[in-house]
Nanobody, 114 residues
Framework: QVRLVESGGDLVQAGGSLRLSCAASRSIFGIIMYWYRQAPGKQRELVARITSGGITFYVDSVKGRFTISRDNAKNTVYLQMNSLKPEDTAVYYC?????????WGRGTQVTVSS
């Protein structure tokens, strides 16, 4: 069993910044790590992912504002979020596949006020 624990969510004003963290209970070396989000009444969507080699992908709506990174030594992946907008308000989840199974964290709430 693998645990993923997100942290760093908060209430912030538009234009502000937050850094989310996702700590895994085992090594993330060689594992692709993902950040998803789910806004009220909407489907969960992929926000960003990072490969073990550091190759990143971002959904268009966050390009240039969000940065995903990883620290394999700490078994942690981060999501730096700048220039936050009210439409970024959502629960943010971390996801990874270990041993052919999909694991999700419980999420961290990000609320951006206008």
């Amino acid at each position: 069993q693998v645990r993923l624990v997100e942290s760093g969510g908060d209430l912030v004003q538009a234009g502000g910044s937050l850094r989310l963290s996702c700590a895994a209970s085992r090594s993330i070396f060689g594992i692709i790590m993902y950040w998803y989000r789910q806004a009220p009444g909407k489907q969960r969507e992929l926000v960003a992912r990072i490969t073990s080699g550091g190759i990143t992908f971002y959904v268009d709506s966050v390009k240039g504002r969000f940065t995903i990174s990883r620290d394999n030594a700490k078994n942690t992946v981060y999501l730096q979020m700048n220039s936050l907008k009210p439409e970024d308000t959502a629960v943010y989840y971390c996801k990874a596949n270990f041993f052919g199974s999909e694991y999700w964290g419980r999420g961290t709430q990000v609320t951006v006020s206008s």
